[in-house]
């Protein structure tokens, strides 16, 4: 059984956070995050402290508990230190930049593929092979980065495509030569 719903949640110095009634909003140099907790969930702040409780063991409340501490603890961090995703973009003539907030990619097709970054998304390309997506919501983060990476899936074979930093491809073997 998870105990991670029991955690009290530390505030940070400069990070303002306001509970009504099921709206949990945190403010911080980073952006301001909100959020609807579930009715079941009581949300409170003691001291420096955001407390999460749910009114009874049923299976249903259990979860939901872990969850919406797991979901306000990533909102206090996103707001300080913000969330980032690593791409790396790996095949011959794949080459990726920067242009005003749009990304631009070479990506082997007859076109260049073109996203524009999402409201509270930073996009870096620090390399002609490299994208870091930033922001302080970590699930839009991971988000846009999954799309990004939707473009062109790394390939088993030569490993070709856009993958995720962390990210380890099982390589195959190629087709068997005649003897």
Do not use: W
Request: hydrophobic residues 35%; aromatic residues 4%; contains cysteine.
């Amino acid at each position: 059984m998870s105990r991670i719903g029991f955690k009290p949640i530390t505030i940070p110095a400069g990070v303002d956070v306001n509970i009504d009634g099921t709206a949990v909003t945190v403010k911080g140099p980073k952006g301001t995050l909100s959020m609807n907790a579930h009715p079941n969930m009581k949300v409170s702040v003691e001291g420096s402290e955001i407390i999460v409780e749910r009114p009874n063991d049923e299976k249903e409340n259990r979860s939901l508990h872990g969850l919406t501490r797991t979901l306000i603890a990533n909102m206090v961090t996103g707001v300080t230190d913000g969330f980032k995703k690593n791409l790396e973009v790996n095949g011959v003539g794949y080459r990726v930049q920067l242009q005003g907030k749009q990304l631009v990619m070479n990506l082997g097709f007859s076109h260049q593929v073109v996203m524009e970054a999402p409201e509270g998304i930073t996009i870096e390309c620090p390399s002609a092979n490299a994208i870091v997506v930033s922001g302080a919501d970590k699930q839009k983060v991971g988000q846009f980065a999954a799309q990004i990476r939707e473009k062109r899936p790394p390939e088993p074979y030569k490993g070709k495509g856009i993958k995720y930093a962390e990210e380890h491809i099982r390589r195959k073997e190629g087709k068997a030569g005649k003897k």
